[in-house]
């Protein structure tokens, strides 16, 4: 029997938890996930679900109140200075909003040749690698676009330079926070399937966060359901929608839209919004939106729980 | 029956680099009580076509032709003095970001009060009750009058924003990217809200969106807007199940589809025409794979070509054919 492969990324019981002036929020709570090299895991949630810290903790951009992160196995929970640079060159992240990522003053030469100069990159290369990189990212010739600036090109040719600059230092992991949010409809599709081509092609770790289930689906082969600062669920993206096992990725599901005429209207399985709720003080954080909540429900938090094959649930339903 | 008709609306604005030609010779009709999606890319004149609607345009932008008739009046022939009356009463607005509809610094009753006391001539005490009454209406607990909009969620917010809008009892609301801004559940809690109140109130709707799945949903009709001109509407069954102009067939294997498995997305290459001197024939020719040499030269007219069912497109006879081939990746490859 082969051992099993080490992940590119996981996170172990990772906790974030700020300290406002008010309250303090926790945005993170216990949350444990790997993804293998070649592997695309999405995370999906409302806004405030916790997925985007969750990401910033994976990739050292916010230091973890508790938990580790191991990286191709080794701890890099406390790496800092040129130990850390050498991790963001293998980590690397591709923003949500074209426009606001690339320095409108630089050409896009200067703005993809700054990260192989940061992660120092001998200079004779950098030709060479811009060139494979606007191959990649099919921005040719490359010539054409090198000398150009930001407010020259459209969103979806920006989020092509922006990908372009998160391979150039080589990268193993590559998260993606909502990647196409902010493209037209009819240029998203080229920016998935270039994320898709790179990942497959390269053997790249994909986390992608959005909450757009649709879209995790098109470019996840695995999910994590987060729900207030935990994963509520995890498994294949196919099971998880054709058969949810948590109530709220049962609405979740529900909720999506579908371009079709013949579509469910029914009411949706979930109770008032997430700002509306009360947090519950104990037990199942989704208890006060749940409609099948029992009272074990209230008196005994769910642990992430296996439930079946490459599936996890948190839910005293599901057990 | 009618509530709008539009036709041939133009709208510019005027920049330095030149006129941008945002609404292009635009037609839209939408019946009474019914909710129509006018769907489109940003940048398509989507937005600027419903603010020309209710008159509220930026002041670089002025109507320079067509007309918009509504309720048997042409409102870009009438005067300012004449069309305040019918803003908010006839037609309102609910805007993208409900923060922008609503006063930061004043509690919703006050701002509730103000609309029905000072623009509908109630009572107070009446104003009071009604707004009550048109909280529980969008699903929001009375209570909340109290509050302010900061202490509100995005999806309260909006629902906010839909009572305020419907407190003089329009005919007409005119609502841009309403449910954009919102997360999928509370999505769909406000559209939920807004076909509702079609039902109850006999309204007519205009959503202003990018998204088909979000038409397909809330929507009876649909108006596909492309660099500035509606190229094709209908009931949103045929436009959707027979789309007749090739943007809209381009659109429905551009985007993932939860339901859909195993399907490669295909976009549609290109980026629409500038609008500063847009292309003398059919806007799409440039990135259409069945543009022929006619629809390089002039712009198509939008004729109905089934019934209830317009589209602008020189091959439009051959749609059958095109919806086939357009089916096919490599139809859209660059």
């Avoid at chain 1, 191709?72 to 200075?81: E, N, P, S, V």
């Avoid at chain 2, 509504?70 to 923060?99: C, H, I, K, N, Y």
């Avoid at chain 2, 559209?191 to 709707?205: E, F, I």
Wanted: charged content about 20%; hydrophobic content about 45%.
């Amino acid at each position: 029997m082969t051992p099993a492969p080490i992940p590119v990324i996981a996170g172990e019981a990772l906790a974030k938890t700020f300290r406002l002036s008010h309250r303090t929020v926790h945005a993170v709570q216990g949350v444990s996930l790997a993804v293998h090299a070649g592997e695309a895991l999405g995370i999906v949630g409302e806004s405030g679900c916790g997925k985007t810290t969750t990401a910033r903790l994976l990739l050292r951009l916010e230091e973890p109140s508790a938990g580790r992160i191991r990286f191709l196995g080794d701890d890099i929970t406390g790496r800092h200075g040129i130990a850390l640079l050498h991790y963001r060159a293998r980590a690397q992240l591709v923003f949500q909003n074209p426009f606001d990522a690339l320095n409108p003053r630089f050409t896009i030469r200067r703005a993809l040749t700054e990260p192989l100069r940061n992660f120092g990159i001998p200079r004779d290369e950098h030709a060479a690698r811009i060139d494979a990189v606007m191959q990649r990212v099919r921005l040719l010739p490359a010539a054409a676009w090198l000398d150009r600036r930001p407010h020259e090109l459209s969103g979806g040719q920006l989020q092509r330079v922006v990908l372009a600059r998160a391979l150039l230092p080589g990268p193993r992991l590559i998260v993606a926070d909502e990647p196409v949010s902010m493209l037209d409809v009819s240029v998203r599709a080229g920016i998935l399937n270039l994320l898709r081509a790179a990942r497959d092609e390269l053997g790249l770790a994909a986390i992608y966060i959005s909450h757009d289930l649709a879209l995790i689906r098109y470019v996840c082969e695995r999910t994590a359901v987060m729900y207030l600062g935990r994963i509520v669920e995890e498994g294949a993206t196919a099971d998880l929608i054709a058969a949810p096992l948590h109530p709220y990725t049962k609405a979740l599901i529900a909720a999506v839209p579908v371009p079709h005429v013949a579509q469910d209207r029914a009411a949706l399985p979930i109770l008032g919004s997430l700002g509306e709720a009360a947090p519950a003080a104990a037990g199942c954080a989704f208890r006060p939106r749940c409609p099948y909540a029992m009272p074990r429900c209230g008196a005994e938090t769910p642990e992430l729980r296996a439930a079946g094959p490459r599936r996890r649930v948190a839910c005293h339903l599901a057990a | 029956m009618t509530l709008l008709s539009v036709h041939d609306l133009h709208v510019h604005y005027l920049t330095s680099q030149g006129t941008v030609r945002a609404v292009d010779g635009a037609d839209l009709d939408v019946p009474a009580g019914s909710i129509v999606g006018l769907v489109g890319e940003s940048g398509c004149g989507k937005s600027t076509f419903g603010r020309a609607l209710m008159g509220v345009l930026p002041s670089t932008a002025r109507v320079a032709g067509g007309s918009i008739l509504f309720e048997g009046r042409d409102l870009v022939a009438l005067p300012e003095r004449e069309r305040r009356p019918l803003r908010w009463r006839r037609m309102a607005f609910v805007p993208q970001t409900a923060m922008n509809a609503l006063d930061p610094v004043q509690r919703l009753r006050t701002q509730m009060l103000e609309v029905l006391c000072q623009r509908g001539g109630l009572s107070r005490t009446a104003a009071l009750a009604k707004a009550e009454a048109l909280f529980r209406m969008v699903g929001l607990d009375p209570r909340v009058l109290h509050d302010y909009p900061h202490q509100f969620s995005g999806g309260m917010r909006q629902r906010a924003s839909i009572a305020l809008a419907l407190a003089l009892e329009p005919a007409l609301v005119i609502a841009d990217e309403p449910v954009t801004a919102l997360d999928v559940i509370v999505q769909r809690q406000v559209l939920d809200v807004l076909r509702d109140l079609q039902n109850r109130l006999n309204l007519a709707m205009i959503l202003v969106t990018h998204d088909m799945a979000v038409v397909a949903y809330a929507c009876d009709r649909v108006a596909v807007m492309y660099a500035g001109r509606v190229v094709e509407s209908g009931p949103v069954a045929a436009v959707l199940e027979a789309p007749l102009h090739p943007y809209t067939m381009g659109l429905s294997h551009a985007f993932p589809d939860l339901r859909d498995t195993a399907a490669v997305l295909v976009p549609i290459d290109g980026a629409p025409p500038s609008l500063l001197t847009p292309p003398s024939g059919c806007r799409f020719a440039e990135r259409c794979p069945f543009a022929e040499q006619a629809c390089h030269a002039q712009p198509p007219p939008l004729i109905e070509v089934a019934p209830d069912h317009l589209a602008a497109c020189w091959r439009s006879g051959a749609a059958a054919e095109l919806r086939v081939r357009a089916m096919r990746a490599e139809t859209w490859a660059p």
